[in-house]
């Protein structure tokens, strides 16, 4: 599985809150916490074949909320969310490809 720049977990403290975030749409956050219930029973084999990207700064998805400890995670040198997003399609494509095909 590969995450970019996704919000994977409420997060304690984070800003937006995931209910700022989620005012528009109930479904996202019944998403978020859904996956963030999930996270604590991954086996160390599931976490293997999990990729999350991020960028080193997100006004929209707080970063403490994009990692999975025991995945593989990298920090992008970009700024904001939608920038980071293109940036790791872009950029990152290949490496997001292998992290595929060998997981």
């Not at 975030?21 to 991954?42: D, H, M, P, W, Y």
């Not at 990298?74 to 790791?88: A, D, L």
Request: hydrophobic share 40%; aromatic share 6%; glycine share 8%.
């Amino acid at each position: 599985m590969v995450n970019v720049c996704g919000r994977l977990r409420e997060g304690v403290g984070a800003r937006p809150t995931l209910k700022r975030a989620a005012r528009t749409s109930e479904i996202f956050a019944q998403s978020v916490k859904i996956c963030e219930r999930g996270l604590n029973s991954l086996t160390n084999s599931n976490l293997k074949k999990i990729l999350t990207i991020r960028p080193i700064y997100d006004g929209i998805v707080p970063i403490s909320t994009v990692g999975i400890e025991g995945a593989t995670n990298i920090i992008i040198p970009s700024f904001f969310h939608g920038v980071g997003i293109r940036c790791s399609m872009i950029f990152w494509r290949n490496k997001i490809i292998n992290f595929l095909i060998t997981k």
